[in-house]
């Protein structure tokens, strides 16, 4: 007599967890933002929000609050939290011509709003749906381009998600 072997029945196989998945998924976004941030060593002309949020948050690293670049007048006209969100990396690596440290600062938060999608996607519609929708973020250009060049758009997808 020949012994089979017989498939677990579906509720006792065990399945990844959906945290353990979404790490995944965000463990490989944060790879491509890196990748992506190494890929573009200069900065291309004309992004002046880029240069605006570089040399703010470097100002503010340096005790010179919010100010027109260099020019110690009052200014409103960027929102302040990116510059607010990259000045302790300008504060821990100083100035940089790359602006590498606050790039990958990007890269990092950009990965963790895409954790953030999947989270919302599970919430709303269940686990399967949260796990595409991270793995969406993680791969739209519209997200992780942004990461890259030091815009603002990646902290407002993250407090929209």
Known sequence: ??????????????TPRFGTLLLMIVVGALGLRIGYVAAI???????YDAIYYQLQSEGLANGEGFSILRRHQP???????????????SWAFGLSEDELPQRLTMALLGAGVVGLVGLAGNRVAGRRVGLVAAGVAAVYPNFFMNDGILMAETLAAGCVA
Request: no cysteine; aromatic share 2%; proline share 14%.
């Open 75 to 89: 200014n409103a006209d960027h929102p302040p939290m990116t510059a607010l969100v990259l000045a302790p990396a």
């Open 1 to 14: 007599m020949v012994e089979r072997d017989v498939a677990a029945p579906a509720s006792t196989r065990r």
């Open 41 to 47: 060593k200069d900065r291309p002309d004309g992004f």
